[in-house]
Nanobody, 123 residues
Framework: QVQLVESGGGLVQAGDSLRLSCAAS????????MGWFRQAPGNERTFVAA????????DYTDSVKGRFAISRDNAKNIVYLQMSSLEPDDTAVYYC????????????????WGQGTQVTVSS
């Protein structure tokens, strides 16, 4: 069972940058496509970005294209989300998860989410 721990969140001002990390333990996630998701207060968790297991393909929700960049270091079992030009609407708890297949902007059925990392962007 792969356990994922998200970190790197914080309180920033609009226009600032943050880099989130998702570290795996217990088992490698090298064979999985990985995704970042976020959940704002009162809203459902939504897809943000994904990267295939080789790190050669990426996918982003429209609202973060050009501002966020997902990457991975399979040797270290870490997935990153570099966030730039942050906006107040980016305020949310951010989670990572393996994807059941490439192109599926959802976590596996019954996936047990981690604690996430809080990102708060002030205007």
């Amino acid at each position: 069972q792969v356990q994922l721990v998200e970190s790197g969140g914080g309180l920033v001002q609009a226009g600032d940058s943050l880099r989130l990390s998702c570290a795996a333990s217990g088992r490698t996630f090298n064979n999985y496509a990985m995704g970042w998701f976020r959940q704002a207060p009162g809203n459902e968790r939504t897809f943000v970005a994904a990267i295939n297991w080789r790190g050669t393909n990426t996918d982003y929700t429209d609202s973060v294209k050009g501002r966020f960049a997902i990457s991975r270091d399979n040797a270290k079992n870490i997935v990153y989300l570099q966030m730039s030009s942050l906006e107040p609407d980016d305020t949310a708890v951010y989670y990572c998860a393996p994807l059941p297949l490439w192109g599926a902007r959802i976590a596996p059925l019954g996936y047990s989410w981690g604690q996430g990392t809080q990102v708060t962007v002030s205007s």
